[in-house]
Nanobody, 120 residues
Framework: QVQLVESGGGLVQPGGSLRLSCAASGSIFSINTMGWYRQAPGKERELVAAITSGGSTNYADSKKGRFTISRDNAKNTVSLQMNSLKPEEADVYYC??????????????WGQGTLVTVSS
């Protein structure tokens, strides 16, 4: 089993910054892609940013230049630095990991979600 635990959500004013963090634990052999998604009520989950084990990154177009994703492969952690936040970016943010376990199983794992509120 693999678990993802997120932290760092909360309330921020428009234009402010937040840093989300996620730690993976369990029977992990390797993690390929880690990332962050957001989901509003009644809508599909959508990509915010992702990063491979080699450091290649992918961002939603609207996040480029304001958000930065990073990871520590040795610690199995991924972080998302969000700057210049907008009210419409308030959502539940989910950590994601594409893992291979020590038993050779490939798993797509999601965190429980962390709430980001952008409001004055």
């Amino acid at each position: 089993q693999v678990q993802l635990v997120e932290s760092g959500g909360g309330l921020v004013q428009p234009g402010g910054s937040l840093r989300l963090s996620c730690a993976a634990s369990g029977s992990i052999f390797s993690i390929n892609t880690m990332g962050w998604y957001r989901q509003a009520p009644g809508k599909e989950r959508e990509l915010v940013a992702a990063i491979t084990s080699g450091g290649s990154t992918n961002y939603a177009d609207s996040k480029k230049g304001r958000f930065t994703i990073s990871r520590d492969n040795a610690k199995n952690t991924v972080s998302l630095q969000m700057n210049s936040l907008k009210p419409e970016e308030a959502d539940v943010y989910y950590c994601y990991a594409d893992c291979r376990t020590v038993l050779g199983a490939n798993l797509e794992v999601w965190g429980q979600g962390t709430l980001v509120t952008v409001s004055s």
